[in-house]
């Protein structure tokens, strides 16, 4: 077990307490706020009971820094507003804001990231395909779940629940959604999978000491 938590982790969580006030404060959108953000309120008191006795990678520590920025960002705006995802729209000329795209694309690598490391730390004897295919497994099956507490939440919320789905009017959103997950698996197993063994190597080695 670690003494103290890593200063990085701390610093960041302190960080995302202050966007979360600012944007509470600021939005104009408090219950699309509220439903964006749920996970990091959900995530990050986990993240912080069990930074000394499971520290995660430095990597993965990152990664859901930046997804909870990108929740809170979409969350403040709704992501269908998101003014950076404007610019990104008009330099490329798409259809549609592709903020949303982003997000989930974000999802896949934290989501990923996170099944690759509880999975290689396990002491689980999977071979290098089986484990890349379970991380793609299990990306997809969250990813779906999400989907799902989505149209729940729009079955709950009727109109009111636009700006949560931002669909932008697009039939095939929640498929769209669900590859950009899986795209952000396929990141993690065929780009960051040696880093990040090798950091995962280094945080037990700590955590024995």
Not at 96 to 104: A, I, L, Q, V, W
Not at 120 to 126: E, K, P, Q, V
Request: with cysteine; net charge positive.
């Amino acid at each position: 077990m670690m003494k103290s938590r890593p200063f990085y982790f701390t610093a960041g969580v302190a960080l995302l307490a202050l966007l979360l006030i600012i944007t509470a404060l600021t939005t104009e959108r408090r219950l699309t706020w509220l439903m964006e953000v749920m996970p990091i309120f959900i995530i990050v008191p986990i993240l912080w009971a069990t930074a000394r006795r499971y520290p995660l990678t430095p990597v993965l520590y990152s990664l859901i820094f930046v997804g909870c920025v990108s929740l809170i960002v979409g969350g403040m705006y709704s992501y269908a507003r998101v003014p950076v995802g404007f610019y990104v729209q008009e330099w490329l000329g798409l259809a549609r804001n592709p903020y949303d795209r982003f997000g989930h694309l974000l999802q896949g690598l934290v989501v990923s990231l996170s099944a690759r490391e509880v999975l290689a730390r396990g002491g689980y004897r999977l071979g290098a395909k089986m484990l890349a295919f379970l991380v793609c497994c299990v990306t997809l099956a969250i990813s779906a779940f999400y989907e799902l507490i989505e149209w729940w939440v729009a079955l709950a919320l009727g109109k009111d629940a636009d700006d949560f789905l931002g669909t932008q009017g697009d039939e095939w959103d929640t498929q769209a959604d669900m590859l950009c997950a899986l795209l952000g698996a396929a990141f993690t197993v065929f780009v960051l999978g040696r880093w990040h063994s090798r950091q995962i190597e280094n945080v037990m080695k700590r955590t024995r000491q």
